[in-house]
């Protein structure tokens, strides 16, 4: 399996959408364009693989979270680089712009300096009462 991520790595058709005269967004793409096999990750909260949180705090729950949709992304053979599209749903809008410092450099620890398409929605409570944030996410996998 490993071989065949690295091959897919190495042969990959991203192409970052940024339409003349907009302000580079910073921390996230606009639009991706795509061709290959699509995987779509189900929302990963905070917890491991064992579904038991090891935190409460924000951060710890963001870098945890990016490793479980990275971890779904390596079963079907791809790596954060091909990750296309992401939605985070966040229960406190405060404590996410009160920690982005840390939530940065917990997403360049897990995924790198690769920016996908984003949204960020504030929710009213998400279906784990300890979950602070959970990832929806999208990838296209060179065939």
Known sequence: MAEAARAARETSLLEVLQPEGWAKPVGYANGIAASGRVVFVGGQIGWNGQCQFETDELVGQV???LENVVAVVAEA???PE???SMTWYFVDKRDYLANLKGIGE?????IGRH???MAAVQVVA???DR???????YA????
């Open 63 to 65: 870098r945890q979270t």
């Open 77 to 79: 053979g791809g790596g």
């Open 82 to 84: 091909h990750i296309t």
């Open 106 to 110: 917990a997403y360049r620890a897990v």
């Open 115 to 117: 920016y996908p398409a």
């Open 126 to 128: 998400l279906m784990e």
């Open 131 to 137: 979950a602070k944030v959970e990832i929806q996410a």
């Open 140 to 143: 296209v996998i060179p065939e």
